[in-house]
């Protein structure tokens, strides 16, 4: 099965039937349902899907920012206790997050270089090896090692997001999970970043869990891709296959709305139909309501993860084509 | 007659430990009245500033000048009452910064109908409908519901819908949106430029877009600036500029992109960054800002200062030696050699 790890690597995060939920109104709303997924050392997961799908709601939850409602997460094989955004307990200090805000996750109080410097610390080094690695750091995502004495409010929010990284870096991660690491970047920064996130991969054997919803910025830098629909993966394969030929029909509607930078004023094509609420869930199949190959089936049947192409998909028309000739 | 906004000769200088430096340095544009205009640039080239000093939004000791005039007054003259009432009722703003653009404990609908009933005198039961139809147009789930929950309880991309909502409430005659998509998924994108191509169509909207995608710049602009620095490297239709661009940096800035191809390919390309970085505010090398990391630079570039000039029908480079090959099928300056 080419969805799954290689088998030469050892597995560095091992998600679980994983399940995370929120209070709203009294009712419990579960923005992530049910969700497998691994990183080995060495390799790049991409996380792809539509905005409010649950994508941080996961990455938080694997890190331990957010409490289980169902489900593991195990880093190293021990599993990964729900703790603040501070300090991380020993084992977990391996395991770090960059956030998808770089405005609210930056103290505007302390220069940039304390902020980095606390990377270090937080990742168990001394202030000294904080403050002589800061500006190594800054240099390495691309700022200027004179940024270390200004204040974040004094940079635009593509450098915000680099100074994030260089924080995230200083605390010498074995495991990262990013957040839209990227998609504040112009081309060339993004270029910058990725390569130097795929550097640290390939390099030196880190596992990156990469949430993005750029999936032309994803299929350059992950191993594989996981794509998420309201709180569930509904297909994951290697790159390649998720790219080149999408099986899931939200994945092609994810591939067919990716505008082209070619000067054509071409509008990309839209995905009809209400985007669904968490709390509300649509019966069988999630995305039956906007499928443009729903059957009668996908209204009460609620698909399973199945292989087909080599990868797996979570589509009952696509899982078993029923005679009509349209799959 | 003169368009909707008028921007010529704006600089800006922010105030750094070194004193003031420019962010903005000799920016023109015009916006007119139903047209999207894009400005694309580098991470840190003064596209946010550009946008924050059309609304009166600078840090405290910041100086402009050149001029930047909407419906024939100057935005960096008004007092600041003036440029108050202009904000939200005129000119509107999706800013970058997610924290800043909604208030943190108050609801959302409270943040959509404020300026509804301030500005359009709308009744409270009004302004509530206009509400739940403006977040189904931005695509947030159960509007009706939305309305009573705060910011903190939706997704970050989801947020960004709702600051559009806001923005676009009082309905304004200028957007100035910044990064408007950018936390967004390719589908809910498409939706949102969907929404701005219609409402520049049927209400005549102008839209200022500041973003670093050059596929969203592509989709929906019809005019594109091009920043490094703070200055203008190039602009023009915006078929010219991304379909056959005539400065190396806009040049750069398309290679580095992914390829379509990339992913098919088992040895993995690396990305292709422009080589070297932007300097920082303060540090911008003399005569062409992009010299340094230019492979097309000669010396006059380290020492003359390039100005932006015509090169074709609305195209503005400026890059004298202008040494990108020129592709048979792109317009061309009239009299220029082919
Ligand atoms: N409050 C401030 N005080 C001093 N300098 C600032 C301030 N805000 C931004 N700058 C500097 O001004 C320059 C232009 O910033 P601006 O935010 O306009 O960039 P941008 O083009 O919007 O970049 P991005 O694509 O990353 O958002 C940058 O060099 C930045 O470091
Ligand atoms: N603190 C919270 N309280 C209540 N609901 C929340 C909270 N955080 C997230 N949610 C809800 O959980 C769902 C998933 O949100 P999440 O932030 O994980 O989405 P996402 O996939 O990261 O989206 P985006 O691409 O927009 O960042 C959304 O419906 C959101 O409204
Ligand atoms: S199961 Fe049915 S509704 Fe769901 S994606 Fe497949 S075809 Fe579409
Ligand atoms: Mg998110
Ligand atoms: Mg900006």
Wanted: a neutral charge.
């Amino acid at each position: 099965m080419t969805g799954a790890t290689p088998a030469a690597e050892p597995t560095l995060l091992e998600l679980t039937g994983v399940a995370v939920e929120y209070g709203r109104r009294g009712a419990r709303v579960r923005a992530v349902d049910g969700v497998d997924l691994t990183v080995a050392a060495g390799e790049v997961v991409g996380l792809v899907g539509e905005s409010g799908c649950g994508k941080s709601s996961l990455g938080r939850a694997a890190v331990g920012l957010e409490p289980l409602a169902a489900g593991s997460a195990r880093f190293l094989g021990e599993p990964v206790t729900t703790i603040g955004r501070g300090a991380r307990p020993g084992r977990l200090r391996r395991l770090q997050m960059v956030f998808q805000d770089p405005y609210s996750s930056l103290n505007p109080r302390r220069t940039v270089g304390d902020l980095v410097a606390d990377g270090v610390t937080l990742g168990g080094g001394s202030r000294a090896e904080g403050r002589t690695r800061a500006a190594a750091l800054l240099e390495r995502v691309g700022l200027p090692a004179s940024a270390a004495g200004a204040y974040p409010h004094e940079f635009s929010g593509g450098q915000r997001q680099r100074i994030a990284i260089a924080r995230t870096l200083a605390a010498d991660p074995l495991c990262i999970v990013a957040d839209e690491p990227i998609s504040a970047l112009d081309a060339s920064a993004q270029a910058t970043v990725a390569n130097l996130l795929s550097g640290l991969v390939r390099d030196g054997g880190i596992g990156l869990l990469l949430v993005s919803h750029d999936l032309s910025v994803v299929r350059q830098v992950a191993d594989r891709v996981a794509v998420m629909y309201l709180g569930r993966v509904v297909e994951v394969g290697t790159t390649e296959q998720v790219w080149s030929r999408p099986q899931h029909p939200y994945t092609q509607a994810l591939v067919a709305a990716i505008p082209r930078p070619d000067g054509g004023g071409v509008l990309p094509a839209d995905l009809p139909g209400d985007v669904p609420d968490p709390a509300d869930p649509p019966s069988g199949c999630r995305f039956h309501p906007r499928c443009p190959i729903v059957e009668d089936r996908c209204r009460t049947t609620d698909p399973r993860p199945e292989t087909v192409a080599g990868r797996e998909v979570a589509c009952l028309v696509r899982a078993a084509p029923s005679a009509r000739a349209d799959a | 007659m003169e368009p909707l906004l008028r921007v010529e000769d704006l600089r800006v200088e922010l105030p750094t430990r070194r004193g003031l430096r420019p962010a903005v340095d000799g920016l023109s544009f015009d916006v007119g009245e139903g047209e999207i205009v894009g400005i694309a640039g580098e991470s840190g080239s003064g596209k946010t500033m550009t946008a924050m000093t059309l609304l009166g939004l600078l840090p405290h000791g910041a100086r402009t000048s050149g001029s930047a005039r909407f419906d024939g007054r100057d935005l960096l003259t008004l007092g600041r009452r003036q440029l108050r009432d202009l904000r939200g009722r005129q000119i509107a703003m999706v800013s970058q910064d997610p924290s800043t653009a909604l208030h943190p404990i108050l609801p959302v609908g409270t943040q959509v109908t404020e300026h509804m009933r301030h500005h359009l005198g709308l009744s409270k039961s009004a302004a509530r409908a206009e509400a739940v139809d403006l977040l189904a147009t931005v695509r947030i789930p159960d509007p009706e519901r939305a309305l009573g929950a705060y910011p903190g309880q939706f997704s970050g991309g989801m947020r960004q819908r709702i600051a559009i909502a806001v923005a676009l409430a009082a309905r304004p005659r200028l957007l100035l949106a910044d990064e408007p998509t950018t936390a967004l998924d390719v589908t809910v994108q498409a939706g949102i430029l969907r929404l701005l191509d219609r409402l520049r169509r049927e209400r005549g909207l102008a839209v200022l877009v500041i973003t670093h995608d050059l596929g969203v710049m592509s989709a929906v602009a019809d005019r594109v600036a091009v920043m490094y620095a703070g200055r203008l490297a190039e602009s023009g239709p915006r078929a010219q500029v991304l379909a056959a661009p005539r400065h190396p940096y806009t040049r750069g800035l398309l290679d580095a992109l992914p390829h379509p191809e990339a992913a098919d390919d088992p040895a993995r390309v690396a990305l292709r960054p422009i080589p070297g970085s932007p300097p920082s505010l303060g540090d911008v090398p003399a005569g062409c800002p992009f010299h340094p990391r230019c492979a097309f630079a000669v010396p006059a570039c380290s020492t003359d200062r390039p100005e932006p000039l015509p090169v074709a029908a609305g195209h503005l480079l400026a890059c004298p030696p202008d040494p990108l090959p020129r592709d048979d099928a792109a317009p061309v300056a009239e009299g220029a050699p082919a």
